[in-house]
């Protein structure tokens, strides 16, 4: 497997963007709106082939807070470093800021232990997520 890394938006296409967060579990995403997020963001890719098989992106200020979004790799190409390989990417340049945060998936909280996050007592959200039951963010914290 010969992986290329495309950092930023350019000649991306979002309608498979946007398919493989659903596939991954991260939700249905307006290929539009996708394009219009990850334009304002850090964006990373990684593709075998022609094929995307990973994404992910950060926003920051530049100085001292950084989140990590929408970090996912397709099934068949996870446990094989491309998860790594995103994440070394979307940290470089966050050396020596306050925070860098995350949200992690159910069950993946070991994967982002390994790059020094943390879990928190004190983190909060208000969720809009359409059909997405209130009581299960909760679960996700007692």
Do not use: C
């Not at 394009?35 to 992106?57: E, L, N, T, W």
């Not at 969720?127 to 997405?132: G, R, S």
């Amino acid at each position: 497997m010969k992986t290329k890394i495309v950092k930023g938006v350019a000649g991306i296409d979002w309608n498979e963007a946007s398919s493989l967060l659903e596939l991954v579990g991260l939700g249905a995403r307006d290929p539009e709106q996708l394009q219009r997020a990850f334009g304002r963001s850090k964006a990373v890719f990684i593709y075998d082939g022609d094929q995307m098989i990973g994404v992910g992106r950060a926003v920051t200020d530049g100085e001292y807070y950084a989140t990590i979004f929408d970090v996912g790799v397709r099934p068949e190409y996870q446990g094989k470093g491309i998860g790594r390989k995103i994440m070394e990417s979307l940290m470089e340049g966050f050396e020596g800021f306050w925070f860098v945060h995350l949200t992690s998936t159910p069950g993946n909280e070991p994967f982002y232990k390994r790059f020094g996050f943390r879990l928190q007592k004190t983190a909060m959200t208000v969720m809009n997520l359409p059909d997405y039951p209130e009581d299960e963010a909760v679960k996700l914290v007692e």
